[in-house]
Structure formats: structure tokens, C-alpha cells
């Protein structure tokens, strides 16, 4: 199953809901890019509204490595760097519970997440400088960012702890959700990263959970995104 798909014509998400047969819970899946047009954002905030409880990555802050990485596209003069804006959806403005694994699944987390914050701004805007200087001005476009439901996702550094740590959390919170409100005619919305959704997908599958149905929103489209500058 496609969770995020690039072409020629830009770079989509999938929004997915999941459903186990007879039971009244969905859970949605809104896969995310730290960077993206601004309406995407927009749609996933309407969408998020419509939910009964969220869980989302990190804490209720921009995201800084998107931010990092639209820094350095406008430092090396990227084609698409006037056409797109760092990840910042305003949950306590949505109206809807907001259950945050990230922050909790240690007693310090919430502080290493800040702490971490800070640490994406100072070292990664200098490394994506450099990595888009020799990329040349259509680096986005060059950059695959497909994922599907069977993709094993590698960082190149720290990849147990942004990758493995917090796909265990996630799936843990989940868990929890899922048995206190499994009889609840409910939708829950989960907004993570696309490379955490695989490891959503498989946890969900061994309650029964199966993918009923998806619908794309446009992430960045190339004719807007790569217009010459």
C-alpha cells in the first residue's frame, strides 16, 4: 500500500483509514513531510477537526528539521524555495484532544525534544546548505520521498533513536487507545512522519486493523513548486 507517492507531477500523501471488521473505532492515518505548500497543511488542519482524539509527533512547536531544510533551500537559492513552508499545524487551535507519545514516553522527553529542536536548526541547515549546493537548484525534485506500507526506514544517524524509540512509543500509545476506546463509534487521527507509518500500519494490523480506503492531498505540486526563480 502506497503511503506517500512522487511523479513527475510533485510529491502527494495518502490519507488513510484504517478499520478492524465489526468494531466501531477508525483510525486515520495523515502521513506528513516536514516541509510542504502551505495548503497542505491547511487541508490536514480541516481535516484533523473532524477527529474525536488526535496523536501527533513531537510537541505542539513548528517542526525545526523542516524548518532547517527551508533555511538552506533559500541559502542555495532552490528553485522551490519561495513555494514552500516548514511543518507548523496550530493543534491547540483545532479544538481536539491532542495525545502526544513523543513528549511522555520518558520523564524527560518533553526537555530532549526542545533540546533536539535546537540541535536540528544549528546542524542540520549547514549539512542540507551543503548537501543542496552540490544537488544543484532542482534538489527537491531529485529527492525520493516515496513510502509504502513495507518500506524499512534508514537514517543515515541516530536511527534507533528517531526512528525505532519512537516507532515503539507510538505503537504503544495506540495500544492503550485502542483498548479504552475500541466499543466508541470514534475516529482518531494520527499526524506523523511517513517514514513512522509503516510500523503504525503493521501494529494496527495485529488488532485487525486493515486499510478500508485512502484519499490524496497534494503535498507540493512541480509545476507550482519548480518554477524557475
Same mark, same amino acid.
Given at each position: 500500500?502506497?503511503?506517500?507517492e512522487?511523479?513527475?507531477?510533485?510529491?502527494?500523501s495518502?490519507?488513510?483509514?484504517?478499520?478492524?471488521?465489526?468494531?466501531?473505532?477508525?483510525?486515520?492515518?495523515?502521513?506528513? =513531510?516536514?516541509?510542504?505548500?502551505?495548503?497542505? &497543511?491547511?487541508?490536514?488542519?480541516? @481535516?484533523? %477537526?473532524?477527529?474525536? $482524539?488526535? +496523536?501527533?509527533?513531537?510537541?505542539?512547536?513548528?517542526?525545526?528539521?523542516?524548518?532547517?531544510?527551508?533555511?538552506?533551500?533559500?541559502?542555495?537559492f532552490?528553485?522551490?524555495?519561495?513555494?514552500?513552508?516548514?511543518?507548523?499545524?496550530?493543534?491547540?487551535?483545532?479544538? =481536539?484532544?491532542?495525545?502526544?507519545?513523543?513528549? &511522555?514516553?520518558?520523564?524527560?522527553? @518533553?526537555? %530532549?525534544?526542545?533540546i $533536539?529542536? +535546537?540541535?536540528?536548526?544549528?546542524?542540520?541547515?549547514p549539512?542540507?546548505?551543503?548537501?543542496?549546493?552540490?544537488?544543484?537548484?532542482?534538489?527537491?525534485?531529485?529527492?525520493?520521498?516515496?513510502?509504502?506500507?513495507?518500506?524499512?526506514?534508514?537514517?543515515r544517524?541516530?536511527?534507533?533513536?528517531?526512528?525505532h524509540?519512537r516507532?515503539?512509543?507510538?505503537?504503544?500509545?495506540?495500544?492503550?487507545?485502542?483498548?479504552?476506546?475500541?466499543?466508541?463509534?470514534?475516529?482518531?487521527?494520527?499526524?506523523?512522519?511517513?517514514?513512522?507509518?509503516?510500523?503504525?500500519?503493521?501494529?494496527?494490523?495485529?488488532?485487525?486493523?486493515?486499510?478500508?480506503?485512502?484519499?490524496?492531498?497534494?503535498?507540493?505540486?512541480?509545476?507550482?513548486?519548480?518554477?524557475?526563480?
Open positions: 500500500m502506497q503511503i506517500t512522487f511523479s513527475v507531477f510533485g510529491l502527494r495518502a490519507v488513510i483509514d484504517l478499520r478492524v471488521r465489526g468494531g466501531p473505532l477508525t483510525f486515520r492515518l495523515f502521513p506528513m =513531510v516536514h516541509i510542504a505548500q502551505r495548503q497542505f &497543511y491547511q487541508d490536514v488542519a480541516d @481535516r484533523l %477537526r473532524e477527529c474525536d $482524539l488526535i +496523536v501527533s509527533e513531537g510537541t505542539d512547536t513548528p517542526s525545526s528539521t523542516g524548518l532547517a531544510i527551508v533555511l538552506a533551500m533559500r541559502m542555495t532552490q528553485r522551490a524555495a519561495r513555494s514552500l513552508v516548514h511543518q507548523d499545524i496550530d493543534h491547540a487551535a483545532l479544538g =481536539v484532544p491532542v495525545v502526544w507519545p513523543d513528549a &511522555y514516553s520518558r520523564s524527560n522527553r @518533553r526537555r %530532549r525534544m526542545m $533536539l529542536s +535546537v540541535l536540528d536548526l544549528l546542524l542540520l541547515t549539512f542540507y546548505v551543503v548537501v543542496m549546493a552540490f544537488g544543484g537548484r532542482d534538489w527537491l525534485l531529485r529527492t525520493r520521498f516515496e513510502i509504502s506500507d513495507n518500506t524499512e526506514v534508514r537514517l544517524f541516530m536511527n534507533e533513536l528517531f526512528i524509540d516507532d515503539k512509543a507510538l505503537v504503544s500509545a495506540l495500544t492503550q487507545i485502542y483498548e479504552e476506546r475500541r466499543e466508541r463509534h470514534e475516529v482518531v487521527g494520527i499526524v506523523y512522519g511517513a517514514a513512522h507509518m509503516p510500523a503504525v500500519i503493521k501494529g494496527l494490523n495485529t488488532f485487525g486493523y486493515q486499510a478500508v480506503g485512502a484519499d490524496w492531498l497534494t503535498i507540493f505540486n512541480e509545476a507550482m513548486t519548480f518554477r524557475p526563480v
